[in-house]
């Protein structure tokens, strides 16, 4: 099994054949993925004051599921290595604080390499929307998370 991160960085078309190579006949290939729940309206707020560097592809569950539809197809011309997948999702909560969130979210790598003003100023984007929304607004919250599996198996 995989963590779905680790999909992120790796191209399926190419590493595809070698999971088949690896797997004994019939094997499964298993994908996980742990995603923000942006069909919570305050969640959807949060990604679009975010941008791409703060929550990336596939960090939340409608760019999972758009991004992980086809994963295991190959590409023209070569054979199906994978059979049609399973989904499931797992919904739970993480309990955070607007201090700790921005932490996290200061952490990532699209933020990481902004200069350091327009870095501040997405903080603080993000701060100000995560005090003005009544769901975050004060002390601790529940981030909503969904644990989005994906699982194929070998032709």
């Known amino acids: 099994m995989l963590a779905g991160n680790a999909l992120h960085w790796f191209d399926m078309a190419v590493a595809g054949p070698e999971i088949a190579r690896v797997l004994v006949p019939g094997g499964i290939l298993a994908g996980l993925w742990n995603v923000m729940d942006d069909r919570v309206d305050w969640v959807a707020g949060l990604e679009r004051v975010s941008g791409t560097a703060a929550i990336g592809a596939r960090d939340t569950f409608s760019s999972w599921r ?18 049609g997948p399973e989904r499931a999702e797992f919904s739970h909560g993480q309990r ?45 919250f529940t981030l909503p998370l969904l644990t989005g599996v994906l699982r194929v198996q070998q032709l």
Not at 66 to 83: E, I, K, S
């Open 96 to 140: 955070r604080t607007a201090d700790s969130l921005v932490a996290t979210l200061a952490t990532r790598a699209g933020v990481l390499v902004m200069p350091g003003q327009q870095r501040r100023a997405l903080l603080d984007r993000i701060r100000a929307f995560l005090a003005s929304t009544p769901e975050t607004a004060d002390d601790e």
């Open 66 to 83: 758009d991004a992980t539809a086809g994963l295991h197809l190959p590409r023209t011309g070569v054979p199906a290595r994978f059979g």
